[in-house]
């Protein structure tokens, strides 16, 4: 069974920053391309920011571009989301999301591409 962990949500205050971290269980992980997706109360879920495998190869929504960052340690075992300046319209469930690449330079933004889930992590931020 693969699982998913996210960790680091919280509160925060407009303009803080937070890190997310997301861990697997599999010993594969390096090899599977990762993504950060959010889900605010009442909307439907978004993607927010992809990484190849490599973490060469990085996307990310216009909403969060150039305020978030995406990626991964040396060993591929744990994918980050560094989030700076957040606005309270950032408030939401963040998931972190992985699937199997062929190629070292391939991510996704579409969320019925991904294989595996986390269970999320809230982050609230206040105004």
């Known amino acids: 069974q693969v699982q998913l962990v996210e960790s680091g949500g919280g509160l925060v205050q407009a303009g803080g920053s937070l890190r997310l971290s997301c861990a697997a269980s599999m010993r594969t992980f390096g090899t599977y391309a990762k993504g950060w997706f959010r889900q605010a109360p009442g909307k439907e879920r978004e993607f927010v920011a992809a990484?190849?495998?490599?973490?060469?190869?990085?996307y990310y929504a216009d909403s969060v571009e150039g305020r978030f960052t995406i990626s991964r340690d040396n060993a591929g075992n744990t994918v980050y989301l560094q989030m700076n300046s957040l606005k309270p319209e950032d408030t939401a469930v963040y998931y972190c999301?992985?699937?199997?690449?062929?190629?070292?330079?391939?991510?996704?933004?579409?969320?019925?591409?991904?294989?595996?889930w986390g269970q999320g992590t809230q982050v609230t931020v206040s105004s």
């Open positions: 999301a992985a699937k199997s690449a062929d190629y070292s330079y391939e991510y996704y933004y579409e969320t019925n591409e991904y294989d595996y």
């Open positions: 990484s190849s495998w490599s973490g060469l190869m990085t």
